[in-house]
């Protein structure tokens, strides 16, 4: 069984993409496979009602970021790639240099090692030259930047519909249907 996603949650603000995007794929056949950074907790605790617990519930399975030794570390273990949703600035720049020192980290190197597709949904505002620069260099190195940016076409009424909008973009990079997911479709 090769049809699985390692899904990262990172400290930048965010967490209820990251909620959103874990519940509608539990309605699909992708495994999800899940790391929670310290930071990813605490920005699940300021802006979501759920516990951590609860979070990794909505998962296939769950690791804890320390165990470097966890079977998502090795490229070895077949999946389909990994999101890094919300990616902090931090994790942004440990990508981006190769060090792996959590297995988050680890999991975001192997993916580009095996040429696997990476898709950061990186968050900051503003942003420095220097987060310019790591995003522009992991985009050379194969990653998705993919900014959880506002879009107003689709005519969204509540965070809700903007969130569910940039969770359609997401899954969109892994050929995955979402119903909440407004399209474009001409003038
Ligand atoms: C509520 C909250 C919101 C944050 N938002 C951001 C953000 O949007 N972008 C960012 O790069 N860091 C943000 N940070 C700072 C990161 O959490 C911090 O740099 C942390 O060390 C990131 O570590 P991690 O990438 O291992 O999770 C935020 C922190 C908190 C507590």
């Given at each position: 069984?090769d049809?699985?996603?390692?899904i990262?949650?990172s400290?930048?603000s ?11 794929l539990?309605?699909t056949?992708?495994?999800?496979h899940?790391?929670?950074t310290?930071?990813?907790?605490e ?5 979501t009602?759920?516990?951590?617990s609860?979070v ?6 769950s690791y804890?970021?320390?165990?470097i030794g966890?079977?998502?570390a090795?490229?070895s273990?077949?999946?389909r790639?990994?999101i890094?949703v919300p990616?902090s600035?931090k994790?942004?720049?440990?990508i ?5 020192d ?7 190197d192997?993916t580009?090692?095996e040429h696997r597709?990476l ?7 503003p942003?420095?030259?220097?987060h310019l620069?790591n ?10 930047i993919l900014p ?6 689709n005519?969204?009424?509540t965070i809700?519909?903007?969130t ?5 973009k997401?899954l969109d ?13 001409g003038?």
């Amino acid at each position: 069984m090769d049809d699985r996603l390692i899904i990262g949650i990172s400290g930048a603000s965010g967490a209820p993409i990251a909620i959103k995007l874990l519940k509608a794929l539990r309605k699909t056949s992708v495994e999800t496979h899940l790391i929670i950074t310290k930071g990813g907790e605490e920005t699940i605790k300021a802006e979501t009602e759920l516990a951590i617990s609860q979070v990794s519930e909505l998962s296939s399975a769950s690791y804890d970021n320390g165990n470097i030794g966890a079977a998502i570390a090795s490229g070895s273990f077949k999946t389909r790639g990994m999101i890094v949703v919300p990616c902090s600035m931090k994790t942004v720049a440990g990508i981006y240099s190769g060090y792996s020192d959590n297995l988050l980290l680890r999991g975001a190197d192997a993916t580009l090692k095996e040429h696997r597709k990476l898709v950061l949904v990186t968050r900051e505002c503003p942003l420095s030259e220097i987060h310019l620069r790591n995003m522009y260099e992991l985009s050379r190195c194969g990653a998705v930047i993919l900014p959880p940016v506002l879009s107003y076409y689709n005519k969204p009424q509540t965070i809700d519909d903007a969130t569910e909008h940039i969770v359609g973009k997401i899954l969109d990079q892994f050929g995955i249907e979402y119903d909440r997911f407004c399209r474009w479709r001409g003038v």
